[in-house]
């Protein structure tokens, strides 16, 4: 595991729980909106946190922490997550594991073992649109439909979640997520967050107005469909 990042307390990153927040370095996607790019990409501009340290970290707070969120860049890309899981699992947290869908397998093995609670899936676009949106041309998609397909069939409480971008997402996307999704469970459109660390520089986000559309035309097939910090 090459672990970059430690949040050591947080109310809002797992629903319902007191987390903390494990962040992974490198992805195999190259989203041009991702807003860190020194993670995903690996840039070595991070010090890297032993996996020991984590560890002693979980022990010292076992009965105060409720849970463990797994994120990135991509966890599942990780050769030693399925240990990392049972470790933490052993210590007795549920864990939320943030992904984005790209392995399927291991996701359903990790839930059917009981290593995950609750999976926060991101949903980058509409099919015949995601090679942009994740920056690999002609991407195939199929991976990330069993993915979909995995979770729509509430084997595990999870999340559906699109960050929304000027320049890649319009209304038939949008149309086309909520055919994808029918009847998802939770569902949530948020808003592109500028930084100086985003892959491509010069995207924009929706003003509100139009965020709102979006929200509406989704909402014809996905009832639950909620904007994200609004």
Same mark, same amino acid.
């Given at each position: 595991? #090459?672990?970059?990042? !430690?949040?050591?307390?947080?109310? $809002?990153? +797992?629903?319902? %729980? &007191?987390?903390?927040?494990?962040?992974?370095?490198?992805?195999?996607?190259?989203?041009?909106?991702?807003?860190?790019?020194?993670?995903?990409?690996?840039?070595?501009?991070?010090?890297?946190?032993?996996?020991?340290?984590?560890?002693?970290?979980?022990?010292?707070?076992?009965?105060?922490?409720?849970?463990?969120?797994?994120?990135?860049?991509?966890?599942?890309?990780?050769?030693? #997550?399925?240990?990392? !899981?049972?470790?933490?699992?052993? $210590?007795? +947290?549920?864990? %939320? &594991?943030?992904?984005?869908?790209?392995?399927?397998?291991?996701?359903?093995?990790?839930?059917?073992?009981?290593?995950?609670?609750?999976?926060?899936?991101?949903?980058?676009?509409?099919?015949?649109?995601?090679?942009?949106?994740?920056?690999?041309?002609?991407?195939?998609?199929?991976?990330?439909?069993?993915?979909?397909?995995?979770?729509?069939?509430?084997?595990?409480?999870?999340?559906?979640?699109?960050?929304?971008?000027?320049?890649?997402?319009?209304?038939?996307?949008?149309?086309?997520?909520?055919?994808?999704?029918?009847?998802?469970?939770?569902?949530?459109?948020?808003?592109?967050?500028?930084?100086?660390?985003?892959?491509?520089?010069?995207?924009?986000?929706?003003?509100?107005?139009?965020?709102?559309?979006?929200?509406?035309?989704?909402?014809?097939?996905?009832?639950?469909?909620?904007?994200?910090?609004?």
């Amino acid at each position: 595991m #090459v672990i970059q990042g !430690l949040k050591k307390f947080s109310l $809002l990153d +797992y629903p319902g %729980k &007191l987390a903390c927040t494990v962040f992974t370095a490198g992805c195999n996607f190259r989203c041009p909106y991702c807003y860190y790019k020194p993670l995903v990409m690996d840039t070595h501009e991070n010090k890297e946190i032993p996996l020991e340290d984590v560890y002693a970290f979980l022990e010292k707070y076992q009965g105060i922490l409720d849970g463990v969120c797994l994120t990135g860049g991509e966890p599942l890309i990780q050769h030693g #997550v399925e240990e990392f !899981l049972t470790h933490v699992a052993k $210590l007795g +947290y549920a864990v %939320k &594991l943030e992904t984005n869908g790209s392995f399927p397998d291991k996701l359903r093995r990790f839930v059917s073992e009981g290593l995950v609670s609750y999976v926060a899936m991101d949903i980058k676009n509409s099919p015949q649109s995601y090679g942009k949106t994740v920056g690999i041309k002609g991407y195939d998609v199929e991976n990330v439909k069993k993915s979909v397909e995995f979770l729509l069939s509430d084997r595990v409480p999870y999340e559906f979640c699109t960050t929304v971008v000027l320049e890649l997402h319009q209304r038939s996307d949008f149309e086309s997520i909520g055919r994808w999704i029918t009847n998802a469970k939770q569902y949530y459109l948020q808003g592109f967050l500028n930084s100086e660390y985003v892959i491509q520089q010069g995207l924009h986000k929706y003003n509100d107005f139009i965020m709102e559309q979006a929200l509406e035309i989704v909402r014809k097939e996905v009832p639950s469909a909620k904007l994200r910090g609004w």
